[in-house]
């Protein structure tokens, strides 16, 4: 398990300046210390197989706990009623730690949980249930990563995917805790003769934003010294591993959702085609950050350099992109997904959960458990007849 520790996340280093309705959003450097995200990584030998497969599990959520604990589901409690059980993850460190693997903390204190819980609850149970673990707890994740806190989110997943880059299964019985040193990727960066790793891209929900928006390089501070360097190398990991994932897989799809909040600039008519009508020609409108669609379009460019000189003289060795968008039609929170610029998407429906009476499926299963499903898995690793494409 590694953790960002440069810039805003080295330790010791005080909480971005960052407020709710004028409330500081971390309060302290341990709070701040307590909402770094973190990668695991998971190393599985599969039957029959020689090579390992490594799983990095890159953990983003602990940077919204504060936000959604504090300040959504505690004024919830008196709105449409308390969640018992998000009320205990939000104040129990070792409900947010199962595993011993994040930073947890105590973001409601448990006597303030234990008093919220006593609550009456206003909302009738079926609405306000929905809008605890879909609204309040799913959705706000998606505002969250589109404001002030797309910076800070991108910067630590950057330096997350840094580290899985350099990671080296082979060194983790030599040398624990020290595998990420070992593994020298930037060798392998620009060479163009072998394929030392594959990658495939496996995001739930707003993970799809968020891997993609690692594309983006963030502007180093320049203030600070050596980390103009570190961006730099943080951009090159980020190029290594999407020149070598080939397959995307999206679970929970919100990127239409997304992409409301960054619309682009189309070109502007001439301006006799408004003076003609007697109107005036529109302002220029000022350039938004990079979109979803140019991030997928910069993805493919990298990948196709990358193929043409792995196999300059065989386009038919060349891997090919490819986007898979798993859909439950009952789950409340997910979209179709368009074609992304110059990038197919394949579009799959799935049951994740019981139907009662062709009226009813669990909203939490429906959109949390895609990982669970049989069918998904096969078709990631075997095949699937039955699954519906559309």
Known sequence: MEFPNRGEFADGVNPPTLTYLGSPVWKSADEWHAAAPFVVHWVVHLRGRSSALIVDEINWW??????????????????????????????DPKAQDPDGMSRSYAWITPEDA?????????????????????????????????????????????????????????????SPGKASEHYNWKAQLDSGKTLDQEFVGVTHSLGAYLFFNAINPDAPSTSEPGQSTAAASDDAAVRYIFQRTS?????????????????????????????????????????????????????????TDFQTALHPNDETARKK??????????????????????????????????????????????????????????????????????
């Open 62 to 91: 602990p940077l919204l706990l504060s936000l959604k604990c504090r300040r959504v589901m505690a004024p919830e409690a008196h709105l449409a009623g308390p969640d018992p059980a998000l009320l205990q993850f939000c104040s």
């Open 114 to 174: 234990a008093q919220l819980e006593k609550l009456k609850p206003q909302g009738v149970w079926l609405n306000r249930t929905l809008k605890d673990s879909l609204v309040d707890w799913g959705l706000a994740d998606v505002l969250l990563a589109t404001g002030q806190l797309d910076g800070i989110l991108r910067d630590g997943i950057r330096q997350l995917m840094a580290k899985s880059a350099a990671f080296d299964p082979n060194q983790t019985v030599a």
């Open 247 to 303: 397959l995307v897989y999206f679970f929970a799809n919100q990127i239409q959702m997304l992409e409301i909040t960054n619309l682009e600039n189309a070109p502007q008519p001439p301006a006799p085609a408004f003076q003609d009508r007697g109107l005036n020609a529109p302002p220029a409108l000022t350039a938004s950050a990079e979109n979803f669609r140019a991030l997928v379009n910069r993805w493919k460019q990298m990948q």
């Open 321 to 390: 992109l490819q986007v898979v968008a798993w859909s439950d039609p009952s789950d409340v929170i997910t979209f179709r997904v368009p074609k992304i610029g110059d990038v197919d998407v394949v579009n799959l429906y799935v049951q994740n959960a019981h139907r009662w009476f062709g009226l009813f499926e669990s909203p939490g299963k429906a959109h949390s458990d895609y990982a669970k499903n049989k069918e998904v898995l096969r078709v990631m690793f075997e095949s699937s007849k039955s699954t519906r494409t559309q």
